[in-house]
């Protein structure tokens, strides 16, 4: 499974941006996808994630309400929608995907097979 992320830049604070996560390869029929970000000096964190299983994302506390995870399945593509964008949420973004991730590890970055390159978003005036 080959993963593509794209859509970082630099916006303003309260500025929005979409990211997108074009998978290719092997598909499965259970799978999860998951949206991981790491900022500079620190660990990556997880920012959201979405299985098939049950069709729910999952959100991080700090980006709820503000990021929206969906996906494209004609195009095997999944976004994250930011809004409200805040220097803290300064950091390059991940994308990755794993055949099936029990709900309890959807937000360990170990229980995902594939990564995609990253992305970096920068959110400064």
């Known amino acids: 499974v080959q993963l593509q992320a794209s859509g970082g830049g630099l916006v303003q604070p309260g500025g929005s941006l979409r990211l997108s996560c074009a998978a290719s390869g092997r598909t499965f029929t259970r799978w999860a996808v998951g949206w991981f970000r790491q900022a500079p000096g620190k660990e990556r964190e997880f920012v959201s994630a979405?299985?098939?299983?049950?069709?729910?994302?999952h959100y991080a506390d700090s980006v709820k309400g503000r990021f929206t995870m969906s996906r494209d399945s004609a195009r095997s593509t999944f976004y994250l929608q930011m809004n409200n964008l805040k220097p803290e949420d300064t950091a390059v973004y991940y994308c990755?995907?794993?055949?099936?991730?029990?709900?309890?590890?959807?937000?360990?970055?170990?229980?995902?097979?594939?990564w995609g390159q990253g992305t970096l978003v920068t959110v400064s005036s």
């Open positions: 979405l299985r098939r299983n049950d069709g729910n994302v």
């Open positions: 990755a995907a794993a055949p099936d991730i029990i709900l309890s590890q959807i937000r360990s970055g170990d229980s995902y097979h594939y």
